[in-house]
């Protein structure tokens, strides 16, 4: 019981003295007392400013090393494709690429 007691009486202000625990019950606002009452709506942008960047550089970089993207197919090799399919006949095709 004493060894309890000794390390409660020298734990207890070490712990008020580095966490500060002693200022804060005073002024509960204190760590934030330049920000004014708006600190929470700066603060609820900033989290979706830097969760979008994350997020945004990470489809970035999936889609520049997956090669995502990229292709671009035309018109006349969707057609040209159709055609080998059998879904459209050659006169269909013809008149397709006449258009295009």
């Not at 004014?36 to 979706?48: C, E, F, K, P, Q």
Request: cysteine-free; proline content about 3%.
């Amino acid at each position: 019981m004493r060894f309890r007691s000794s390390f409660m009486a020298l734990a207890v202000p070490a712990t008020v003295a580095l966490t500060g625990i002693a200022t804060v019950m005073g002024d509960p606002y204190d760590h934030m007392d330049g920000w004014g009452a708006g600190w929470w709506l700066w603060m609820a942008i900033m989290m979706v400013v830097v969760w979008g960047g994350i997020i945004a550089i990470a489809v970035w970089a999936v889609s520049r090393f997956t090669g995502g993207g990229n292709e671009r197919i035309s018109p006349l090799d969707i057609a040209r494709e159709r055609l080998a399919k059998g879904e459209i006949s050659e006169e269909e095709f013809e008149r397709i690429r006449q258009k295009l």
